[in-house]
């Protein structure tokens, strides 16, 4: 069974950083179009950010330009979320996700999703 493991969430004052890490025991990261997507309360879970197989590339949703980064590793098979000048509205469950398709020119939905972790809660207190 394919376990898709996500660390480094935590609770951070507006205007601070974390990052979340991602890594999947048993599945070759490297193999995979990677993204990060969120979900908070009572909304539809979204696209963040997402990066092709070999890293060369990189999509961000439009509320996280410039403030957020994501990168791999794949000798270490790890995906990364930089989050910088976070905002409460930042609140939500992140959610590391592997998809077999490739990324073209528009973030992955989550139907397109062949892998989920299991969440890591970022909580922004103003």
């Known amino acids: 069974q394919v376990q898709v493991v996500e660390s480094g969430g935590g609770l951070v004052q507006a205007g601070g950083s974390l990052r979340l890490s991602c890594t999947a025991p048993?599945?070759?990261?490297?193999?995979?179009?990677m993204g990060w997507f969120r979900q908070a309360p009572g909304k539809e879970r979204e696209g963040v950010a997402c990066?092709?197989?070999?890293?060369?590339?990189?999509l961000y949703a439009d509320s996280v330009k410039g403030r957020f980064v994501i990168s791999r590793d794949n000798a270490k098979n790890t995906l990364y979320l930089q989050m910088d000048s976070l905002k409460p509205e930042d609140t939500a469950m992140y959610y590391c996700a592997a998809s077999s398709r490739l990324l073209l020119f528009r973030l992955l939905t989550a139907h397109e999703i062949d892998y989920w972790g299991q969440g890591a809660q970022v909580t922004v207190d103003s």
């Open positions: 990066i092709t197989m070999s890293g060369s590339r990189t």
């Open positions: 048993g599945l070759t990261l490297a193999d995979y179009t």
